[in-house]
C-alpha cells in the first residue's frame, strides 16, 4: 500500500570528511559521518526521517498533511487523508487530489489547507465520485476544522500587498489572469473554525484568485461561517450549493469582478448573497462588480436572500429564485443605497415564493423602484428542489 508521509524541504549541507596519513604504516582514522537533516535517513536524534528534535521541522503521521509544500505531490484516492494543522501549499508547490479522495481534518487544531501566492491546488472529483474534505471527529458538527484558502495574484481594492484575514499570507496584484488551480466537484463539511476572536474560516476563501482559476462544482455544507467568500480578484465561480451556514452562503468583496451562474444555496443564517465593497473603506475602487444568474437561495437568511452594504457594488443578477424569507433584498449603508439610487443594481427577475407572513421585497425606501423585477423562474434549475447538477455528489439537501 502506497503511503504519503509530508516532510518539510530543506537545503542540502555538504560534508567535508578528510582522511589523513603519514606513512604507508600509519593508523586510519575512522570515518565518522554527520547526521544531516537533508540525507534521507532516521540518524542522530531525529525522532523521524530528516524531522525532529535538533531538525527544525516537525515530524508528521502517515498519511498525515501538515507543514509546508514546496514541490509537487499527488495523493493516492484508496487512502484516507489527516489534516493534522495547516498545510500551505507554497509558490512552486502543487498538490493533486484525484476523483474519491477523502481527507479527513483534526477538530480543534484550526486545521486548513492553504494555497499561498504562486502555489497550485488541482482537485479532480467527477460527478458520481467527488473529493471530500470533512471532519475526523466522531460526532463532527460544524466549525470543527477551518477550511480552504486559496491566494492569488489578481487585483483587489484591498492594495497590491495586503494581507489575508485568515493565516496571514499576501494576495493580490495585477495578474488577472493568474490560476491557482482547478476545484472540481469537492465537497467541504463541519468548517468555519474561529480563526481568531473576530474571524472566523469560510469553508472557501479566495484571496484575489484569478479568472484562470477553476471554481465548479462545489459544495459547502454545515459550516460555522460563510460558505464561499471572494475577497477580490476576478475568479468565477459556477454550480456552487451551501448548505445550513451559521453566516453568508456567499459573500463577495474587496472589488471582485467576475461572473458566477447556477448557485443553489439553502439555510444560510444571515444572508443568501452578501455583497459587499470594502468592510474598511466602502468607497475603495476598484469596485465590487459581476454578474450573477440562476440562483436558488432557500431561507431562512434572516438579512435578506441578497444584501448590500458597507458599499454594495456594481451588479446584474438574472433569474433569481427565493423561498421562505422574510426579507428579499437587503441594503445598509449610505454608500450601498446611493449605487441602488443611480442604477448600478439590476436585479430581473426575482421571484418571491413560499414567503413568510412578515414578508418585505426590500427595506431599501430610495427612489429607484425599478432596480428590481419580479417574476417566475427556476433559479439553480429546479427553484427550491435540488437541480439536476447538483445530483450525485453533494448531500445534505
Not at 489527516?82 to 498538490?95: E, S, V
Amino acid at each position: 500500500m502506497k503511503y504519503f508521509q509530508h516532510r518539510l524541504t530543506f537545503v542540502i549541507a555538504a560534508f567535508i570528511i578528510i582522511l589523513s596519513c603519514t606513512s604507508d604504516d600509519a593508523p586510519i582514522e575512522d570515518v565518522v559521518m554527520e547526521a544531516t537533516c537533508s540525507d534521507g535517513i532516521q540518524n542522530g536524534n531525529e525522532t523521524g526521517i530528516d524531522c525532529g528534535w535538533s531538525c527544525s521541522n516537525s515530524c508528521f503521521a502517515v498519511n498525515g498533511l501538515e507543514g509546508m509544500l514546496v514541490r509537487r505531490e499527488v495523493l493516492d484516492s484508496s487512502i484516507e487523508y489527516r489534516l493534522t494543522g495547516t498545510l500551505i501549499i507554497r509558490d512552486g508547490g502543487i498538490l493533486e487530489i484525484p476523483a474519491g479522495t477523502t481527507i479527513k481534518a483534526e477538530p480543534g487544531t484550526n486545521a486548513s489547507i492553504v494555497v499561498a501566492q504562486g502555489g497550485k491546488i488541482y482537485i479532480y472529483g467527477q460527478p458520481d465520485n467527488p473529493v471530500v474534505i470533512t471532519s475526523g471527529s466522531d460526532n463532527p458538527a460544524p466549525g470543527d476544522w477551518g477550511g480552504l484558502v486559496i491566494c492569488g495574484k489578481a487585483k483587489t481594492n484591498a492594495g497590491n500587498a495586503a494581507r489575508s484575514s485568515l493565516v496571514d499570507l499576501f494576495y493580490g496584484g495585477d495578474f488577472n489572469t493568474d490560476s491557482s488551480g482547478v476545484l472540481r466537484y469537492l465537497r467541504l463539511e463541519y468548517t468555519g473554525a474561529n480563526y481568531d476572536e473576530a474571524t472566523k474560516f469560510s469553508a472557501l476563501s479566495l484571496f484575489g484568485a484569478g479568472s484562470f482559476t477553476t471554481v465548479e462544482y462545489v459544495q459547502s455544507i454545515y459550516g460555522q461561517g460563510d460558505g464561499f467568500t471572494i475577497h477580490g480578484g476576478t475568479v468565477n465561480a459556477n454550480w456552487l450549493v451551501a448548505t445550513d451556514h451559521g453566516e453568508n452562503a456567499v459573500s463577495l468583496n474587496e472589488g471582485w469582478f467576475g461572473k458566477g451562474e447556477f448557485w443553489y444555496l439553502s439555510g444560510a443564517e444571515k444572508t443568501g448573497i452578501n455583497i459587499t465593497n470594502n468592510r474598511d473603506d466602502a468607497s475603495l475602487s476598484p469596485t465590487t462588480q459581476g454578474n450573477i444568474s440562476n440562483v436558488s437561495i432557500i431561507g431562512p437568511a434572516s438579512q435578506g436572500a441578497v444584501g448590500f452594504s458597507q458599499g454594495g457594488g456594481i451588479m446584474t443578477v438574472d433569474s433569481l429564485y427565493t423561498s421562505t424569507m422574510s426579507l428579499g433584498i437587503g441594503v445598509t449603508g449610505a454608500e450601498a443605497i446611493g449605487k441602488i439610487d443611480l442604477g448600478a443594481v439590476n436585479i430581473d427577475a426575482i421571484q418571491f415564493d413560499s414567503v413568510l407572513s412578515d414578508f418585505v421585497p426590500t427595506d431599501y425606501t430610495g427612489p429607484n423602484t425599478t432596480f428590481y423585477t419580479e417574476g417566475d423562474n427556476l433559479g439553480a434549475g429546479n427553484g427550491s428542489e435540488i437541480p439536476d447538477w447538483a445530483i450525485g455528489w453533494t448531500r445534505g439537501i
